[in-house]
């Protein structure tokens, strides 16, 4: 099954831009890219997802590298709401899977 | 909308008990998953359903059994429950299996003693 890494942790200053690398090497040309975030205590929720190409939604963008073994999430405008653990998951045919994560922290 | 719904959000069981954590989902999602999640740790799968009758394994599958009669209800049984089962369990579901947002629950703490 594919995996992906991502680095454990990365600090971010509040209203500036974040960008959370991925990396899933081994990836396979059915798999979608998502990508998650989990507060403490809570459920992981909904960021974004994508195939080939770059997406952009209201809470972030994704970029997708052209051989599709990075990919990159963009947090246009860190608030201190955004600090979670963010997880890049790979999804094909209902099976899903999850790196470590990166905890992202949020400094005033 | 309820959303994903698991039961019960906290257990204590002795080494060798056996139960099952409930979920539901009122939603119509073809597609349901179970997870567990270690301390630090990344959510893994455990046994995932495309719909009623047909489940699959996941990645860490020994232990525990699975059966969806239903398209609302995936419930989770744990054989004979192990400290190493201990950890926080999570269910989800979605329409597509691949291109939609995956519903999470609150998820179910389980210590196994």
């Known amino acids: 099954d594919a995996k992906t890494t991502q680095p454990n942790s990365m600090e971010s200053n509040e209203e500036e831009p974040v960008h959370l690398p991925c990396n899933h090497s081994?990836?396979?040309?059915?798999?979608?890219i998502h990508w998650y975030r989990q507060l403490p205590s809570q459920g992981p929720e909904y960021v974004i997802h994508g195939l080939t190409s770059n997406v952009n939604n209201r809470m972030a963008s994704l970029a997708i590298a052209e051989d599709r073994k990075s990919s990159t999430l963009i947090l246009h405008r860190a608030t201190l709401r955004d600090a979670a653990v963010y997880y890049c998951?790979?999804?094909?045919?209902?099976?899903?899977?999850f790196g470590d994560g990166t905890t992202l922290t949020v400094k005033p | 909308n309820a959303g994903v719904t698991q039961t019960p959000k906290f257990q204590v069981l002795k080494t060798g008990q056996s139960m099952t954590l409930q979920c539901a989902q009122d939603?119509?999602?073809?597609?349901m998953s179970w997870y567990r999640q270690d301390p630090g740790m990344g959510l893994r799968l455990i046994h995932y359903?495309?719909?009623?009758?047909?489940?699959d394994q996941g990645e860490v599958p020994n232990g525990y059994n699975v059966s969806r009669s239903t398209t609302e209800d995936f419930p989770l049984r744990l054989l004979s429950a192990a400290p190493s089962q201990t950890s926080v369990y999570f269910c989800a579901s979605d329409r597509t299996g691949s291109t939609g947002e995956l519903f999470f629950g609150e998820g179910s703490r389980l210590t196994v003693l």
């Open positions: 359903s495309v719909g009623a009758g047909i489940t």
């Open positions: 998951i790979l999804r094909d045919g209902g099976k899903s899977t």
């Open positions: 081994t990836i396979s040309g059915t798999d979608y």
């Open positions: 939603m119509n999602h073809e597609y």
